[in-house]
């Protein structure tokens, strides 16, 4: 393998462990035990290797495995290579290595009840023993040895093969299976060496109140679960007697037990020791960052640049603000300048009179449009060759005559939209009436329109958001409402693709950054904080490995992350000869040529 595939490979396996670090954070607070999984990879590469502290324990028992395959893939490459991953993939591969899940530990608790015919396949775990993993030691960090069959690592390393695949790499390949496991032993490295100091720190230890609150959770968690599968299997009814209802949780209880290996006392067991482990990342999160709190300048700040961020994108691009607004459900903390609020009554119209008008409208563009493609270049044809042969003119056979359709004029397609007008004339002069008399068009869409949005209290209070250049409205609806003069004012009823619209300019939205609310500052508060718990925790434990002592066996060496050697730093100074150029080629051209701008 070419070194140039080696640190593609490396580059990726980066992606992968910042991918796995994420989850294991992003559940730290869960009480259900969870293994580290990945549901998304990230889109952009780091730009060095992740370092990040595992904050959840992997254990036997998770509760959920990823469902979806990454969306996306990495849009682009990291700008250095990882400083810890191995510069050359180790020539051979352990016979040793896990290659399936150990007997101990299904991928997932139920969390689903079944239909009622649950003969197919479960989502959760299979039920058939994997083929036993070999006990071998590994490593040992401080003492503490890493065994070939820890669940922990194992679990480790069967997220990373998930996600490797999910990112289309070769997990069959020898580079890419000592790769994983290089980084897999990383993980389990910091994993143990938090045990070891939770202990040393005594944060290891709970009293009865904190176990009792675990316990009392989890049983919780359990009936949940349990009487979830009641609830699906059907079988009880407001009529059931106590004895029926006894046997579909009977029944509910062997079914988890025959599909998942699971009962009560091992869930509650597993979910317990994973409070416990959470608690425990809690204590030394206090101790690495010694108290410190996140104040509210760091709020004011974080949210400053994240409104900047916004507006660098969307202050001079209405459609992208509404492409990833709209159609994504991003959240934006900048508005560009120019939005409207407006309410409308969206009046229903008979469907053979909309249907015709849709018609003439989309064929009279069509024929606009070829009229517009037509050459306006009035050369004559070429002359025929005047020395064809017979053989060489292809007889024409004569088709039947086909009647070529009317064409669309704009007067019928006006034709056809006062039809529509005049349908709903009667109940545009009442909305009319009833506006001069003093109606509230907040009242008359509740009373006339159809529109399922405009039926949301909320939505009507503040409108569509329409700008002269959005791309989320019926044009028709655009330009009406960027008619409309002043705030207050209605529209003339126009014909749009979903019925008759009266519009009402209801307000100017505020340009600029969003208010910044209390329940936003909470919410930025809680993830500065875990940032800033985590950089504090991260920085310790870097400092305890460096103090550790690690030792690999024979059997771990292809384990072993080695350490990736520095690339020699690009010569910035070009010889003088080089420098040097002649005359003639540094002659400046007599006109410069137009700056080429990028496509748009």
Same mark, same amino acid.
């Given at each position: 393998?070419?070194?140039?595939?080696?640190?593609?490979?490396?580059?990726?396996?980066?992606?992968?462990?910042?991918?796995?670090?994420?989850?294991?954070?992003?559940?730290?607070?869960?009480?259900?035990?969870?293994?580290?999984?990945? *549901? #998304?990879?990230? &889109?952009?590469?780091? $730009? !060095? /290797? @992740? %370092?990040?502290? +595992?904050?959840?324990?992997?254990?036997?028992? =998770?509760?959920?495995?990823?469902?979806?395959?990454? *969306? #996306?893939?990495? &849009?682009?490459?990291? $700008? !250095? /290579? @990882? %400083?810890?991953? +191995?510069?050359?993939?180790?020539?051979?591969? =352990?016979?040793?290595?896990?290659?399936?899940?150990? *007997? #101990?530990?299904? &991928?997932?608790?139920? $969390? !689903? /009840? @079944? %239909?009622?015919? +649950?003969?197919?396949?479960?989502?959760?775990? =299979?039920?058939?023993?994997?083929?036993?993993?070999?006990?071998?030691?590994?490593?040992?960090?401080?003492?503490?040895?890493?065994?070939?069959?820890?669940?922990?690592?194992?679990?480790?390393?069967?997220?990373?093969?998930?996600?490797?695949?999910?990112?289309?790499?070769?997990?069959?390949?020898?580079?890419?299976?000592?790769?994983?496991?290089?980084?897999?032993?990383?993980?389990?490295?910091?994993?143990?060496?938090?045990?070891?100091?939770?202990?040393?720190?005594?944060?290891?230890?709970?009293?009865?109140?904190?176990?009792?609150?675990?316990?009392?959770?989890?049983?919780?968690?359990?009936?949940?679960?349990?009487?979830?599968?009641?609830?699906?299997?059907?079988?009880?009814?407001?009529?059931?007697?106590?004895?029926?209802?006894?046997?579909?949780?009977?029944?509910?209880?062997?079914?988890?037990?025959?599909?998942?290996?699971?009962?009560?006392?091992?869930?509650?067991?597993?979910?317990?020791?994973?409070?416990?482990?959470?608690?425990?990342?809690?204590?030394?999160?206090?101790?690495?960052?010694?108290?410190?709190?996140?104040?509210?300048?760091?709020?004011?700040?974080?949210?400053?640049?994240?409104?900047?961020?916004?507006?660098?994108?969307?202050?001079?691009?209405?459609?992208?603000?509404?492409?990833?607004?709209?159609?994504?459900?991003?959240?934006?903390?900048?508005?560009?300048?120019?939005?409207?609020?407006?309410?409308?009554?969206?009046?229903?119209?008979?469907?053979?009179?909309?249907?015709?008008?849709?018609?003439?409208?989309?064929?009279?563009?069509?024929?606009?449009?070829?009229?517009?493609?037509?050459?306006?270049?009035?050369?004559?044809?070429?002359?025929?060759?005047?020395?064809?042969?017979?053989?060489?003119?292809?007889?024409?056979?004569?088709?039947?005559?086909?009647?070529?359709?009317?064409?669309?004029?704009?007067?019928?397609?006006?034709?056809?939209?006062?039809?529509?007008?005049?349908?709903?004339?009667?109940?545009?002069?009442?909305?009319?009436?009833?506006?001069?008399?003093?109606?509230?068009?907040?009242?008359?869409?509740?009373?006339?329109?159809?529109?399922?949005?405009?039926?949301?209290?909320?939505?009507?209070?503040?409108?569509?958001?329409?700008?002269?250049?959005?791309?989320?409205?019926?044009?028709?609806?655009?330009?009406?409402?960027?008619?409309?003069?002043?705030?207050?004012?209605?529209?003339?009823?126009?014909?749009?693709?979903?019925?008759?619209?009266?519009?009402?300019?209801?307000?100017?939205?505020?340009?600029?950054?969003?208010?910044?609310?209390?329940?936003?500052?909470?919410?930025?508060?809680?993830?500065?904080?875990?940032?800033?718990?985590?950089?504090?925790?991260?920085?310790?434990?870097?400092?305890?490995?460096?103090?550790?002592?690690?030792?690999?066996?024979?059997?771990?060496?292809?384990?072993?992350?080695?350490?990736?050697?520095?690339?020699?730093?690009?010569?910035?100074?070009?010889?003088?000869?080089?420098?040097?150029?002649?005359?003639?080629?540094?002659?400046?051209?007599?006109?410069?040529?137009?700056?080429?701008?990028?496509?748009?």
């Amino acid at each position: 393998m070419s070194d140039k595939s080696r640190k593609n490979i490396l580059r990726i396996a980066m992606v992968i462990m910042l991918a796995l670090v994420v989850c294991l954070v992003s559940s730290c607070q869960k009480s259900e035990p969870a293994a580290p999984a990945v *549901t #998304e990879a990230p &889109t952009e590469a780091p $730009t !060095e /290797a @992740p %370092t990040e502290v +595992p904050t959840e324990a992997p254990t036997e028992a =998770p509760t959920e495995t990823p469902t979806e395959a990454p *969306t #996306e893939t990495p &849009t682009e490459a990291p $700008t !250095e /290579a @990882p %400083t810890e991953a +191995p510069t050359e993939a180790p020539t051979e591969a =352990p016979t040793e290595v896990p290659t399936e899940e150990p *007997t #101990e530990a299904p &991928t997932e608790v139920p $969390t !689903e /009840a @079944p %239909t009622e015919e +649950p003969a197919a396949e479960p989502t959760i775990a =299979p039920t058939e023993a994997p083929t036993e993993v070999p006990s071998v030691l590994l490593a040992t960090i401080n003492g503490t040895g890493i065994m070939s069959d820890d669940p922990n690592l194992l679990a480790a390393y069967d997220s990373y093969v998930a996600t490797a695949q999910n990112y289309g790499m070769d997990t069959s390949s020898e580079d890419v299976v000592n790769m994983l496991k290089q980084y897999s032993m990383q993980y389990m490295l910091q994993y143990t060496l938090i045990l070891q100091k939770a202990k040393e720190l005594g944060f290891d230890q709970f009293t009865d109140e904190e176990n009792a609150k675990l316990t009392e959770e989890a049983k919780a968690d359990w009936e949940q679960i349990v009487q979830e599968y009641v609830d699906n299997a059907g079988t009880v009814t407001e009529t059931s007697t106590d004895d029926e209802k006894a046997a579909a949780r009977a029944d509910a209880l062997a079914y988890i037990k025959e599909t998942y290996d699971y009962d009560e006392d091992r869930y509650v067991a597993e979910v317990v020791e994973a409070g416990r482990y959470d608690l425990m990342i809690s204590r030394l999160k206090d101790y690495a960052t010694g108290g410190k709190k996140v104040t509210d300048e760091d709020i004011q700040k974080y949210f400053d640049d994240l409104v900047k961020e916004d507006q660098e994108t969307y202050e001079k691009d209405v459609s992208m603000f509404e492409f990833y607004t709209q159609y994504y459900g991003q959240n934006s903390y900048y508005t560009p300048e120019g939005y409207r609020g407006i309410t409308h009554i969206l009046l229903p119209v008979d469907e053979e009179l909309m249907s015709t008008w849709k018609d003439l409208a989309a064929r009279l563009e069509e024929q606009q449009s070829a009229e517009s493609a037509e050459p306006t270049d009035t050369e004559a044809p070429p002359a025929a060759d005047t020395e064809a042969t017979p053989t060489d003119v292809t007889p024409v056979v004569s088709a039947e005559p086909t009647a070529s359709p009317e064409p669309v004029t704009e007067e019928m397609v006006k034709a056809a939209e006062k039809a529509i007008l005049d349908s709903v004339k009667a109940t545009v002069d009442e909305i009319k009436g009833k506006l001069a008399d003093g109606a509230s068009f907040d009242d008359l869409i509740k009373e006339y329109g159809t529109d399922p949005g405009m039926q949301d209290d909320a939505r009507r209070a503040e409108g569509y958001m329409v700008h002269k250049d959005s791309i989320l409205w019926d044009p028709a609806f655009t330009a009406a409402a960027m008619g409309l003069e002043k705030i207050g004012d209605v529209s003339e009823p126009i014909v749009g693709q979903n019925g008759v619209h009266i519009l009402h300019y209801l307000r100017d939205v505020p340009g600029g950054a969003v208010p910044l609310t209390d329940e936003m500052k909470e919410e930025f508060r809680a993830t500065l904080q875990e940032e800033t718990d985590l950089e504090a925790l991260q920085a310790k434990i870097d400092e305890w490995l460096a103090e550790s002592t690690v030792e690999y066996t024979a059997e771990g060496e292809p384990w072993k992350m080695v350490p990736q050697a520095e690339e020699p730093a690009e010569e910035t100074a070009a010889p003088a000869e080089e420098t040097a150029a002649p005359a003639e080629e540094t002659a400046a051209p007599e006109e410069k040529p137009a700056e080429e701008k990028p496509a748009e």
